[in-house]
């Protein structure tokens, strides 16, 4: 096998920012791209036909393997042939490791050298992941990029804890990276799909951990290029540090991660994040602010959040966001949503989910035409100056 | 004014079962129709881009009067310009009286000449809708054809009581018709469109009751027509009675009703309901089964309806209903709607309430064609036996 499991290459560039062209067995993705998160296999109140069509068209969407594991199971997603066939997105699919998931369950979870044990949040069983069974699981989902398994330690870390913790990531690393290869080979993958210059096979990205500690940072990137991934992560920001600590991080790492390969920031983040990550050199993103803000009632517009509960938009014929060009601000008004939400109505939860991933995917497209053009730098500014305009 | 609210003309006949064109100052209507329930202002959980799509093609739905009154309240819509200009919906709309919404109450209403006092929903305020109060706000609403304000009898209510009941809501039609004319008349209809030999008026249709006893049906249907009325209702049916009572009763009154005006059978019924009551002429029904059964896990399909939570479908790679062409059985299988289900994603709600408004309307649909075509009574045969092949 010389082809690829997929390929990157850089369209254009501002500076640090890139426009690039991901390749994957599943189509092609114009970077620097956002993720809508789908955790068990649907973006929560989003049909597929929406995140296909023009207004979101979203090229890529991230499924969580720790939820799809505990349920509905891999057994029956095997015997369904994939996630992909499962669900009936055939799209590309990026399966987060569980590490992450696992972490965020605090004091119920164990972690050892072989791995972590916790309990189930569906019937409170005893559970194990480690790297070799998160293979195995994203093997069983077929997803298209698959992510190592790692260990999370908080931005905050002090930095014995945060050394070890980095050194345990760069252990299950290799034992993710080995495994992977042999469900490779062994065609575990449910979602192989050969064609346009790639294998087929799955894509595999390694994750740079360290929390805050920039020295720790470079080691964990280079321990982890060490291993030939198909794309880099930054993992462990936007969970609780402050904000200067994850542009540091970004801002030293970003720049010496290899610049042929994709760079996705893990869990990132609001609209402005989004774009001050790409003036960093990165390329892909995930995060669950549009979709769970979307359901409190919280939508993003280009001149800032607006909680449609408020009272003074009761008589309000305006759309949520008067620049927007999305089905729902061309229909509905912000008076007929705030009656919808206040009303127990799902379908606020619908309309202001599928607006809000508009503005995130719509960003994103600005973003890759003002590199294109030349004019990142000036949009960069513009686009902040106005998201600070009726800010709440 | 000379031109009508609405029109109505029969274009092919099977017996007592007619397929109709039902002309409204928001567009033409082909009958049998069904209406899918939007009670405040939103089928829920269903975008109005999806029942106008080809897949449901839905021409007319239903508002409850009671809830959009006590909320958003009638100030609000009417600042926004009306119910269409409010929700976005610009097919026609019909509103329910508020009559039989604030009859099931039960308790917590008093019935008095006048009109009936009861408590909110929303804030338990006390509150009072008359057959004066209802006219008004459903001219508020603007909705395209208006019911009058009734009092429902249950259909096993006994003989004397009927008579009672039958007799108010007699006169309450009497109040209901003077107040709608005089509410035309000051221009207080926020939905007034004229065009296509449409007078643009609010059409107002009139309701029969009476319960169980024939006798009385016959007077409310005597009674009901000297008011001269747009349409015609039978109401106080699918309230717990017997099946049979509801079949002798609409034995009984429909072929009694106006042959030249639109034919509507309240909150009715099932899929077979629909077509045993197309065959005795009904033209028209509104019913929640699709919706709230779609949102509780129910799908209906031409072999009968299908529990999703049920384990057999655990890996089951086949669609809701393998004779259905809508979206959701084009892309999703049982195992995936059971996952997304037990996940408590609100996309199982979506996607089980869209399959079932399809059932539905399909349903008139091919009823319309098989009439047309001379063919109805064999429909209905067949219809009901491929119901019962795997009815659980």
Same mark, same amino acid.
């Given at each position: 096998? +010389?082809?690829?499991?997929?390929?990157?290459?850089?369209?254009?560039?501002?500076?640090?920012?890139?426009?690039?062209?991901?390749?994957?067995?599943?189509?092609?993705?114009?970077?620097?791209?956002?993720?809508?998160?789908?955790?068990?296999?649907?973006?929560?109140?989003?049909?597929?036909?929406?995140?296909?069509? +023009?207004?979101?068209?979203?090229?890529?969407?991230?499924?969580?393997? /720790?939820?799809?594991?505990?349920?509905?199971?891999?057994?029956?997603?095997?015997?369904?042939?994939?996630?992909?066939?499962?669900?009936?997105?055939?799209?590309?699919?990026?399966?987060?490791?569980?590490?992450?998931?696992?972490?965020?369950?605090?004091?119920?979870?164990?972690?050892?050298?072989?791995?972590?044990?916790?309990?189930?949040?569906?019937?409170?069983?005893?559970?194990?992941?480690?790297?070799?069974?998160?293979?195995?699981?994203?093997?069983?989902?077929?997803? $298209?990029?698959?992510?190592?398994?790692?260990?999370?330690?908080?931005? +905050?870390?002090?930095?014995?804890?945060?050394?070890?913790?980095?050194?345990?990531?760069?252990?299950?690393?290799?034992?993710? =990276?080995?495994?992977?290869?042999?469900?490779?080979?062994?065609?575990?993958?449910?979602?192989?799909?050969?064609?346009?210059?790639?294998?087929? =096979?799955?894509?595999?990205?390694?994750?740079?951990?360290?929390?805050?500690?920039?020295?720790?940072?470079?080691?964990?990137?280079?321990?982890?290029?060490?291993?030939?991934?198909?794309? /880099?992560?930054?993992?462990?920001?936007?969970?609780?540090?402050?904000?200067?600590?994850?542009?540091?991080?970004?801002?030293?790492?970003?720049?010496?991660?290899?610049?042929?390969?994709?760079?996705?920031?893990?869990?990132?983040?609001?609209?402005? $994040?989004?774009?001050?990550?790409?003036?960093?050199?990165?390329?892909?993103?995930?995060?669950?602010?549009?979709? =769970?803000?979307?359901? +409190?009632?919280?939508?993003?517009?280009?001149?800032?959040?607006?909680?449609?509960?408020?009272?003074?938009?009761?008589?309000?014929?305006?759309?949520?966001?008067?620049?927007?060009?999305?089905?729902?601000?061309?229909?509905?008004?912000?008076? /007929?949503?705030?009656?919808?939400?206040?009303?127990?109505?799902?379908?606020?939860?619908?309309?202001?989910?599928?607006?809000?991933? =508009?503005?995130?995917?719509?960003?994103?497209?600005?973003?890759?035409?003002?590199?294109?053009?030349?004019?990142?730098?000036?949009?960069?500014?513009?686009?902040?100056?106005?998201?600070?305009?009726?800010?709440?």
């Amino acid at each position: 096998m +010389n082809e690829p499991a997929i390929s990157f290459r850089t369209t254009a560039e501002a500076g640090n920012a890139r426009v690039g062209t991901l390749l994957t067995r599943r189509g092609e993705i114009e970077t620097p791209v956002f993720m809508p998160v789908g955790t068990a296999g649907s973006v929560k109140g989003i049909r597929f036909e929406e995140l296909e069509n +023009n207004d979101l068209d979203a090229r890529i969407i991230l499924s969580n393997t /720790y939820h799809l594991w505990l349920r509905p199971g891999i057994e029956t997603i095997r015997a369904c042939g994939g996630l992909h066939r499962f669900t009936g997105w055939d799209r590309a699919l990026l399966t987060d490791s569980g590490g992450f998931q696992v972490w965020s369950l605090g004091a119920s979870r164990k972690i050892s050298e072989e791995g972590t044990e916790f309990r189930s949040h569906v019937d409170g069983s005893l559970q194990f992941l480690s790297p070799e069974v998160s293979m195995e699981v994203q093997a069983a989902l077929g997803s $298209d990029i698959v992510m190592v398994f790692d260990e999370c330690a908080p931005g +905050n870390s002090p930095r014995e804890e945060a050394r070890q913790s980095m050194e345990l990531t760069a252990r299950w690393a290799r034992r993710s =990276r080995q495994r992977f290869d042999s469900l490779q080979e062994e065609d575990a993958d449910t979602g192989k799909k050969p064609g346009q210059d790639l294998s087929g =096979r799955q894509a595999l990205f390694g994750i740079v951990q360290g929390a805050s500690h920039l020295d720790l940072r470079r080691e964990s990137l280079q321990r982890t290029m060490e291993l030939n991934f198909d794309g /880099y992560a930054i993992g462990g920001l936007s969970v609780g540090e402050e904000k200067k600590v994850m542009w540091d991080v970004v801002g030293e790492v970003a720049p010496l991660m290899p610049a042929d390969r994709p760079r996705y920031l893990m869990g990132v983040g609001t609209p402005e $994040d989004l774009v001050e990550a790409v003036a960093h050199g990165i390329d892909m993103f995930d995060c669950v602010l549009p979709t =769970r803000n979307g359901r +409190n009632g919280q939508a993003f517009t280009s001149r800032g959040r607006l909680n449609i509960k408020n009272a003074q938009w009761t008589k309000d014929a305006r759309p949520l966001d008067e620049f927007c060009k999305c089905s729902v601000c061309g229909r509905h008004s912000r008076a /007929y949503l705030r009656h919808l939400y206040l009303s127990g109505e799902m379908l606020a939860s619908v309309l202001l989910t599928y607006h809000n991933l =508009r503005f995130f995917l719509d960003t994103m497209r600005v973003v890759r035409q003002s590199i294109r053009s030349g004019e990142f730098p000036k949009f960069r500014r513009e686009f902040t100056e106005q998201l600070a305009a009726n800010g709440e």
